[in-house]
């Protein structure tokens, strides 16, 4: 079946750190990969998406490579921010149908001024 | 606009009582799930529905069961509340990907739900 694996969290950076959230996954195909976040008292939001091998993702500085030969995902960041702080989940939807995405266990982020 | 709302946000009540939350989506999204996140932000998914077929995880309790009354809502009852079932319900959306699209999901706020 189809798994995502994350590294365990908390990950605890001082502010304009480099941040890498690691992201590998197992799935037959092609799925889609996502980024999601979860910032304090709210649902999860899209943070970004790649559809295909060697796509790139970006959005708000964040940017995850869709690397097909290592099946991984990692989500990084140059210099992070206090407002970074929140949940990442990475995710994974397999094409055709309406399959049901794929979590992992998500990785908490501290960000510390 | 909210895109995905969520009804109560907050709800706190006894063991052995039926609660239900609701949950409504105006995306025109053809299908919608519920998730239960613990403590620990694990996310288990529990329903997934659309207007051809109810897939249900086949851990949840037969206590907890989907109800939807037209394609932009799915309502979600559970009897006989238990302390276990304290979490933070989460209702979310996605377009079928076989309509071209990446399929991504759209969550509500949560739902927090105590069980005293």
């Known amino acids: 079946g189809n798994s995502v694996t994350q590294m365990e969290g908390p990950v605890t950076l001082s502010e304009e750190a480099f941040l890498t959230i690691n992201c590998t996954y197992t799935?037959?195909?092609?799925?889609?990969l996502f980024w999601y976040v979860q910032y304090p008292g709210e649902g999860l939001q899209l943070l970004l998406k790649?559809?295909?091998?060697?796509d790139k993702g970006s959005n708000k500085g964040f940017e995850a490579t869709y690397r097909k030969e290592t099946t991984s995902f990692h989500l990084e960041k140059g210099s992070v921010q206090v407002s970074d702080s929140a949940v990442y989940f990475c995710a994974l939807r397999k094409s055709g149908g309406s399959y049901i995405p794929t979590f992992g266990r998500g990785t908490s982020l501290i960000v510390h001024p | 606009d909210t895109a995905v709302s969520q009804t109560p946000k907050y709800l706190v009540t006894q063991m052995g009582n039926d609660k239900s939350i609701k949950c409504e989506q105006n995306?025109?999204?053809?299908?919608m799930y519920w998730y239960k996140q613990d403590s620990k932000k694990f996310l288990k998914i529990m329903f997934s529905y659309n207007n051809k077929e109810l897939i249900i995880n086949e851990t949840v309790p037969n206590r907890f069961s989907p109800k939807s009354p037209d394609k932009a809502h799915l309502n979600l009852h559970i009897n006989s509340l238990e302390l276990g079932d304290s979490a933070v319900y989460f209702c979310a959306s996605s377009q079928d990907r076989r309509q071209g699209n990446t399929g991504e999901l759209f969550f509500g706020e949560g739902s927090r739900l105590t069980v005293l």
């Open positions: 790649a559809t295909k091998a060697d």
């Open positions: 995306l025109g999204h053809d299908t």
């Open positions: 799935a037959t195909g092609y799925p889609s």
